[in-house]
């Protein structure tokens, strides 16, 4: 799964993979199962540099952050990556980047791995925390029921202490 940039001198160079990640590498809290992933794109050369621009789509389930049920999750994006060697461009500890350098991905071999790249794109689109709905009532923080569910949880509800004293006050004080 790896493209040979040696080889592309003219013409542009099609790619397109499937590959299946395992949720213990991608985020082993927050994907849950294994997550399909499309790559699609062309890699065109660009003076001593290649131009990367392909569209990946993915398959997967997400745990709810609240609740940690499953939830549907796709991703469907392009994107645009700019490749250099670094024996084309040195990199002296002692020089910075220049700022066209800074979205520039440098690579020591001439080989674009296409996992890696998947892999990649997946985690910039992956969501910090997703909800299976907007009105998740989450999980029991005492028996750890899902409260979502009707009759999951039997705990009686906490009383704030901070309005404990009102609680107690209302008890003492004689009805009308």
């Known amino acids: ?80 990556v700019e490749l250099a060697l670094t024996d084309e461009t040195p990199l002296d500890p002692e020089l910075a980047l220049d700022e066209a350098d800074l979205d520039v991905v440098f690579l020591e071999e001439p080989f674009l791995d296409l996992e890696k790249l998947a892999f990649e794109q997946v985690l910039l689109e992956l969501p910090i925390r997703v909800l299976c709905s907007e009105e998740c009532a989450g999980l029991c923080p005492r028996c750890g029921a899902n409260r979502n569910v009707e009759g999951g949880c039997k705990c009686e509800p906490e009383v704030d202490p901070r309005w404990a004293a009102l609680a107690d006050l209302a008890e003492k004080t004689p009805a009308d």
């Open 1 to 80: 799964m790896k493209v040979d940039l040696s080889k592309i001198e003219s013409e542009p160079v099609r790619f397109a993979e499937t590959i299946v990640f395992d949720s213990d590498r991608l985020d082993p809290e927050g994907v849950i199962g294994p997550m399909e992933v499309r790559l699609e794109g062309i890699v065109r050369p660009a003076g001593r540099r290649y131009l990367v621009t392909g569209h990946t789509r993915a398959d997967g389930q997400l745990s709810c952050g609240r609740c940690l049920e499953a939830v549907a999750w796709q991703m469907d994006s392009i994107f645009d």
